[in-house]
């Protein structure tokens, strides 16, 4: 549903017209007040949503959002700081924080049981806590190269890549679900938070491309189980955002740095802006700059009622980049 739903089915007035009639002038107003509610309207009140990962980054503006729109929201993340900082900042009453590790299931398990225990129920999860892990060698290194390149593959760190970005989704989705299904046909909603590069090859370190690609198959397995309980099961997948997660990228293309960035320097207004160039030179879509706002939209609609038939759906926000490639100079 967009502002134009509300809009009226008669004509707007001509251009060029001195005066409005009373009809016109009441349709207009009642139109624009319209608007106003549907602006105002908060789309996810009464809801209660657990966001891992929510402390910084993507997670974080998807935690704003969801707070904003009127649900109740637990952290679940490893940065005790930011995650308890960012609650606080948003209220103890709509925002708690817990620690969990999602990669460690008993972490996950708590994490769940914490959020019915205060708020008495679960109606989101969204998945969003992820790593990048260590990129490719550069071009041309062989044996003996740092770990990453496919030749010189780290089981261990592949491992820890897809533990935390696909089981730990897996797992988020198992203990929702299984909060969601104790109120039976109360439904609910999962969100997880993919990529571009769970698209295309060359987005990403090996690991990572195959931790996404893996995690949105696993939300279309989930959505065909889990939509007979009226449970939806969808996944946002962006482009580049500049997170501390891509700007450590960065900072590891330029720098030579370990570009996971867990326990980096904190991230400059300067190194965002040229992150944030980096990408939108990359980009299919020209003149605008994709930021953790706009994925928080799109979790924010998979979330809420709005999307009340969309399950089993991968909504990519990337200004085309995966679809589209101007090969022949359009
Ligand atoms: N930034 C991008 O360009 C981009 C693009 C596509 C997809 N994504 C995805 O978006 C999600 C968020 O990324 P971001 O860019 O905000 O990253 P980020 O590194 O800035 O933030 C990630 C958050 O997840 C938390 N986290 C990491 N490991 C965790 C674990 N094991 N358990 C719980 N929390 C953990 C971190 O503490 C942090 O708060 C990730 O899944 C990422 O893969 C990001």
């Known amino acids: 549903m967009t502002a134009l739903d509300f809009m ?64 109740r929201v637990v952290i679940a993340d490893i940065d005790d700081a930011a995650g308890e900082a960012l609650a606080a900042a948003l209220g103890g009453a709509l925002c708690s924080y817990v620690h969990c590790d999602v990669s460690v299931e008993a972490d996950v398990e708590r994490a769940v049981g914490c959020c019915v225990a205060r708020y008495g129920r679960l109606d989101v999860l969204c998945n969003n806590a992820g790593v990048l892990g260590r990129q490719a060698p550069p071009s041309g290194a062989g044996a003996g190269a740092k770990s990453g390149g496919i030749a010189t593959l780290d089981a261990a760190e592949f491992d820890r890549v897809l533990r935390v970005n696909t089981l730990g989704a ?36 090996h690991a990572y491309t195959a931790s996404k690609h893996a995690l949105v198959g696993l939300t279309k397995n989930a959505a065909c189980e889990l939509g007979e309980h009226g449970i939806r099961v969808n996944c946002v997948s ?41 990408v939108r030179g990359m980009a299919t879509l020209k003149g605008t700059t994709l930021r953790a706002g706009d994925i928080a939209e799109a979790a924010l609609f998979l979330a809420s009622d709005e999307s009340r038939y969309i399950s089993g759906h991968n909504l990519v926000v990337d200004g085309g980049v995966t679809t589209s490639r101007n090969v022949i100079g359009l």
Do not use: Y
């Open 238 to 278: 962006p482009f580049g955002v500049a997170t501390p997660m891509l700007v450590n990228a960065w900072r590891h293309s330029h720098h030579d740095e370990d570009e996971d960035g867990s326990a980096a320097a904190p991230v400059s207004a300067e190194e965002v802006e040229k992150a944030e160039e980096m």
């Open 170 to 205: 897996a797992l988020g989705m198992k203990h929702a679900a299984r909060a969601m299904l104790q109120r039976r046909g109360a439904g609910g909603s999962i969100v997880s938070v993919a990529s571009v590069a769970g698209v295309l090859g060359g987005m990403g370190p």
């Open 8 to 71: 009226p089915a008669e004509k707007p007035p001509q251009a060029g017209s001195v005066a409005l009639g009373t009809t016109t002038h009441n349709a207009a107003a009642a139109a624009a007040m319209r608007v106003c509610e549907f602006v105002q309207q908060r789309r996810l009140e009464g809801k209660v949503a657990i966001v891992t990962g929510g402390a910084r980054g993507i997670g974080e503006a998807i935690v704003r959002a969801f707070v904003r729109h009127g649900a």
